[in-house]
């Protein structure tokens, strides 16, 4: 459909190729990344399953040794000043200003250009999400669209959704979020122990904080779909995206018992790609869903400790 605006995202949306068709999302930002080699290179969405392994196995090598930026001022430009040319506004959503400066430069590329072209809007959404958290708010958004919300409704609607999205599921090794600053408290849930599996959800800013330590995977998938179950609202309309870091077989466990215990519209699995994976490491498997508005993850952490305490 020729919508009279777009809905883009940055490159950590971690939605594939087949899935921005799908859901009608118009395009997504490039982001750059420095290799072991000094190489950089732009992020990529479109890597088969094979480049996907052999990157994490690079990765595994390699700690510290990627890098992840935003792209320059000019190629921003360029990338939103597409859609104004063709005479649409712009909907853009990015990974959490408290993670990365993309939003920031979102605002400052929104704010030249729309001098330049003073009749066409670019409205910025800071996800306070990462990964596909922030590709569940772009199809959330594009759904918005479809429905004939204008781009200030869909802005609105975004803003309000936002506080309601959950991550929940098992993690094999913290180095990578805790070095890379995607994790609260970070020192005191630093490295791994074997068998552990570390259990975490947003808070307010978009960073994972840890509710609780789990023994073993079994365990881990249980306590997590008792947790879902709880913190949910209305699976039944809702699409639970499934996200994993070269775990696709534990993904697919994981996905099975979403479908089986929660009963959501649909469950898709997906990759988190490099721009992502660097910042997250091998070993995440985690839904991402819509439920209850996110506090101060006091009420987060009484519903894990509950579970914990009648389920293991």
Sequence with gaps: MNYSYAIVADITCDLSPQLIKRFEIDGHLPGIMSTPTD???????????????????SLKSNKNKYKTSPPSMDKMMQFFEQFLLAGKDVLAVSMSSGLSATYNLMLRAEQTLTQKYPQRKICVVDSRKYSIGVGLLAVKASEFRKKGFSIEQNVEQIEQIKKTLHQMGPIDDLFWVASKGRISHSKAFFGTIAGIKPLGDFDSDGMVS?????????????????????TIKSPQDQIVFVAHSARKKQAEEFAKLIEEKIKPKEVIITNLYPFSGINVGPGLVAAYYLGTEITDLAYEKEVMREIIASKL
């Design 39 to 57: 190489e950089s290179v732009e992020g990529r969405l479109d890597l088969t399953e094979a480049e996907l392994d052999a990157f994490y196995s």
């Design 210 to 230: 840890v509710l609780a330590k789990v023994s073993g995977r079994e365990n881990a998938n249980k306590v997590s779909i008792e947790y879902i179950k709880k």
